[in-house]
């Protein structure tokens, strides 16, 4: 079978025109899971530093953010229009006229033509559904979801605060209110093996999810995962760039193709990290991705997928 599958762009361009980039935005949220409503410190694999881009400082406020981080990316592609990104933390944590004031803030910004709103999927209240709602019937809305896990021993032992079941029902409501929802993966989790991964996939197939955004696990400098790591390294898989993508490939095997990949791997800076990082982008993974596929095509006779590398 030719390799296949639905890209981030190729789902964007179903809603909305032209080329769409995504601006981080932090809005100062914070996380159940650190003020001690559900736990102090945050979750076992969490450094918030990871993936908060330059441009993108919670001083300001959403409207400069999203001005600088215009600025910074029609340098290259001066018609480009954009997706607001709620990615810092917990941002659907807060009252909802607080929510409200932040999400419409930010639609007004210049070439700002939607949303994509990451959190919890136990911070999603009747009254903060209802409202994403009703950006939904009005603008593009994307919410997506940190499941990270479908296994409750793995999401008790990375101190996660909620189980896979809060997940799906936060899913199931979001598509229920036709709204776009996207689930946030782990691969690589502490205690999960390859089974459990591929486990993983075939259940995350069952919800109507529209994106997916996987992630290798990656060790980062002083979080209680780095500890767990040196106690119980046997816990651990050990990845290289060629056996992550081996387990991809299988693990969009049980996928519905029409779900899109927005991301499969992620690339904290050097300094944060406890273990070697891989220096791939995205994109560059994505050669080794295809690299794989075409080695198990050759075996089997199949089309090659002659992928260019690009960014």
Not at 66 to 94: D, E, H, I, S
Not at 147 to 152: A, D, F, G, K, Q
Not at 245 to 265: E, G, K, Q, T
Not at 270 to 291: C, M, S
């Amino acid at each position: 079978m030719f390799f296949q599958y639905t890209t981030y762009a190729d789902f964007l361009s179903r809603y909305l025109p032209g080329k769409i980039q995504k601006i981080a935005v932090n809005a100062g949220f914070s996380c159940p899971n650190r003020d001690g409503t559900i736990g102090w410190g945050g979750c076992a694999f969490c450094t918030n530093e990871s993936f908060v881009p330059s441009y993108c400082n919670a001083g300001d406020t959403i409207a400069e953010q999203l001005r600088k981080g215009v600025l910074f990316f029609r340098r290259k592609y001066p018609a480009m229009q954009f997706l607001a990104y709620f990615q810092a933390y917990t941002n659907t944590y807060a009252s909802v006229d607080n929510l409200r004031r932040r999400y419409y803030e930010a639609l007004e910004a210049d070439g700002v033509v939607g949303l994509v709103i990451a959190t919890r999927p136990d911070c999603l209240p009747d009254d903060v559904m209802s409202l994403l709602e009703e950006l939904a019937r009005q603008t593009f809305l994307c919410v997506e979801i940190g499941i990270e896990t479908v296994h409750n021993r793995t999401l008790r032992l990375i101190h996660r605060g909620h189980d896979y079941a809060t997940s799906a029902t936060a899913v199931k409501e979001l598509a229920a209110r036709n709204i776009h929802v996207g689930a946030h993966m782990i691969l690589g989790l502490p205690g999960e093996l390859r089974h459990d991964i591929l486990q993983q996939a075939k259940t995350i197939a069952q919800l109507p999810i529209q994106t997916i955004k996987l992630h290798q696990l990656q060790i980062l400098r002083g979080t209680p995962m780095e500890r767990l790591y040196h106690a119980h390294p046997e816990l651990f898989l050990s990845f290289t760039p060629q056996s992550y993508a081996s387990i991809v490939l299988d693990y969009l095997s049980f996928l519905p193709p029409s779900v899109a990949l927005d991301r499969f791997v992620n690339q904290s800076p050097p300094q944060l990290l406890a273990t070697p990082g891989w220096g791939l982008k995205n994109y560059e993974f994505l050669a080794v991705l295809h690299n794989e596929y075409d080695k198990r095509a050759a075996l089997k006779n199949l089309p090659q997928t002659n992928y260019n590398h690009r960014q």
